[in-house]
């Protein structure tokens, strides 16, 4: 592991769990004492305790008055980085609220059944119950909205056809699997349908998964860069719905998102995702053009088949888990916070298999990580026709090169200036509370293909180099010029990354042409440093850190990289979805929490990535080679029949 990656991995930690001074440190124990942001009911004890239970989630908005504690609440909310304090977050077991109501009000409701009372007189009834405990304890009113009410209701709704369609589906895999594994332990593939079979057999793809043999070049180190970081973005997704949950003791909480270093830690979140950018270019090219040197040539059917294989290992497992997201996956989570965690995959899977969902429905997602799948397979795309037209038109190589190196700093600083943003994605707790559904910086600016082709061409153009240095034996002269290169980049990028410290105490008015061109460069830091990074240990020899990325283990975490990626989404939502809330922000909870969902994470990509993504890959590879012709199996099973 290199330096740059252990130091930012101290740093992240440092700040993810330590606690350094805040703004807001003083609302804990000051002389006015503020309403508790989230208060809940035991879900638990109003389910077993009420046959027909009734338990909903309201907001609570406080009307503004003139009194000294709300002026407190208000200038503790008009920092954005801060929770809205006049946002109240109430859990309520109706039939507690109904006894409530009697004590409060010194009357008798023995009379009133929770569940014979309509919607209109439970809005009602929650409505009082929040505001009669608002005014005794703090002489305050709101406004409440309801946000989700569950019921025995929810527990008892019959299996849609969808859902009956999925269950089929996965018995089919289980069916094909077992009798796959069944044949290969016995040894008698013999029949016409064994090509269809035998992929699904388990012995054969975990034979597969644990081949570590070494590729070709000196490459393998990209898997272990690959599990590293994909390891990191776990951590920092798993982390980011706490955000989100019940918390006792929001404070805490503020004073990270507070202090003077968290805007470089969300930086360093942010920029997280160029690397895979970044390694996708390389990648490509490399590959590209290993296959000109060994072809002689190109074709348009190599490019052709070339995607078609892509869309084979990519698809099918990705489609596999959308499907459980559009239908049994509410089931999973039929809890009171279930809807902080809404998935619209039933209604705009479509976008995502159709890989633009990176453009369309970002504020209602299916699967709301894979907007990075649909940038990359367009980046994919372009690449491709670069690549092709650097092979076609081999004396305009330079050219082309000049134009992906002026995308990559003029686009992203357009983007920042024409449509009026930060320079960086910076902190925003509504925006957060929000998933970043309506965060104009994450919807113009982080998941277009665009803004984000500029590290995916620096990978383009690592690739090359690579080749070329290979090629022409110059490994010790390019060791030492992409050392030294490397060192610059880190200067550049540490610096530039320390100036986002004091950036949110600098008034810039928008449009800004000191953003645009500060945001550009920092991200283009970003991408190169990466670059550079791949290059540098491509001709590293005899290092350890090459041989721990190289190690067996990490390419055996890099087969199942994309699996952990697709299926975490579903996973981490699942776990937060079923906690008892509210709960506490802490060291111990937060790691907790990210190893449970990690563990059933790893557990999940192992069975995708052994009965579907291997299996169906390798089966519509066939297909595509036309070493398979299912019309074929066809005919000739009527010809015997």
């Not at 006049?86 to 109904?98: A, K, S, T």
């Not at 990466?530 to 190289?550: D, P």
């Amino acid at each position: 592991m290199d330096a740059s990656v252990k130091i930012a991995a101290f740093v992240y930690y440092s700040v993810l769990f330590g606690h350094v001074g805040s703004v807001v440190s003083s609302t804990k124990d000051g002389d006015i004492k503020l309403p508790k942001l989230f208060e809940y009911d035991d879900f638990d004890e109003c389910k077993n305790g009420n046959p027909r239970f009734r338990y909903c989630v309201v907001q609570a908005v406080i009307e503004p008055d003139d009194s000294p504690l709300w002026q407190n609440i208000s200038l503790i909310s008009a920092d954005r980085r801060n929770f809205p304090h006049d946002h109240l977050e109430r859990g309520l077991c109706l039939q507690n609220c109904l006894n409530r109501i009697a004590v409060l009000r010194h009357v008798d409701n023995s009379f009133i059944k929770s569940n014979l009372i309509s919607k209109q007189q439970q809005e009602f009834y929650l409505k009082q119950c929040v505001n009669l405990e608002l005014e005794n304890s703090f002489n305050l009113h709101a406004a409440m909205t309801v946000l989700n009410c569950i019921s025995e209701d929810n527990f008892q709704s019959s299996l849609s056809s969808y859902e009956l369609l999925f269950i089929g589906m996965v018995l089919l895999i289980i069916s094909l699997v077992s009798i796959a594994t069944v044949k290969d332990f016995r040894g008698n593939f013999v029949t016409k349908y064994d090509a269809l079979i035998q992929p699904f057999s388990i012995p054969r793809n975990v034979r597969k998964l644990l081949d570590c043999a070494r590729v070709d070049g000196n490459l393998a180190f990209l898997d272990g860069f690959r599990v590293i970081h994909t390891m990191i973005i776990f951590v920092v997704h798993s982390s980011l719905p706490m955000i989100r949950m019940p918390l006792k003791n929001v404070y805490d909480l503020e004073e990270q998102t507070n202090s003077l270093i968290f805007p470089i830690i969300n930086s360093l979140n942010t920029h997280m995702i160029t690397f895979f950018f970044a390694l996708g270019g390389m990648v490509l090219s490399v590959g590209f053009l290993k296959h000109i040197d060994e072809a002689k040539g190109f074709t348009l059917r190599y490019q052709w088949k070339k995607l078609l294989h892509r869309l084979a290992r990519l698809l099918p497992v990705y489609a596999f888990v959308i499907f459980y997201q559009a239908t049994v996956f509410r089931r999973t989570k039929q809890t009171p916070v279930s809807f902080k965690f809404e998935d619209y995959c039933s209604n705009h899977w479509w976008s995502n298999l159709l890989m633009i969902n990176n453009f369309v429905h970002l504020k209602e997602p299916c699967l709301q990580y894979g907007w990075y799948l649909g940038a990359d397979f367009q980046l994919f795309l372009i690449g491709t026709g670069i690549m092709t037209l650097i092979w076609r038109f081999p004396r305009f190589k330079k050219t082309l090169v000049g134009v992906m190196l002026i995308v990559a700093f003029v686009v992203p600083a357009a983007v920042i200036y024409l449509e009026k943003l930060d320079a960086t994605m910076s902190f925003d707790m509504r925006h957060a509370l929000n998933q970043l559904r309506e965060y104009k910086e994450f919807l113009v600016y982080y998941t277009p293909f665009y803004t984000n082709a500029g590290t995916y061409f620096f990978g383009m153009i690592a690739g090359m180099v690579y080749h070329h240095v290979s090629k022409n034996n110059l490994q010790s002269t390019a060791q030492l010029h992409t050392q030294q290169a490397f060192r610059y980049i880190s200067v550049l990028l540490i610096a530039l990354s320390g100036f986002l410290a004091v950036l949110p105490f600098i008034e810039e008015q928008k449009p800004s042409l000191f953003l645009s061109v500060y945001g550009s460069a920092l991200k283009a830091a970003w991408g190169i440093g990466h670059a550079t990074v791949f290059v540098l240990y491509a001709f590293k020899t005899n290092s350890i850190q090459v041989a721990f990325l190289e190690h067996p283990v990490l390419r055996v975490l890099a087969k199942l990289s994309y699996c952990i990626y697709i299926v975490q989404y579903s996973v981490i939502h699942v776990v937060y979805s079923n906690l008892s809330v509210p709960i506490r922000y802490d060291m111990f909870n937060t790691v907790l929490v990210t190893s449970a969902s990690f563990l059933i994470t790893f557990c999940c990509a192992v069975c995708l990535h052994l009965a579907v993504e291997v299996p169906v890959a390798s089966v519509l590879k066939q297909v595509i080679d036309g070493k398979l012709r299912i019309h074929g199996l066809v005919q000739k099973d009527q010809k015997m029949s």
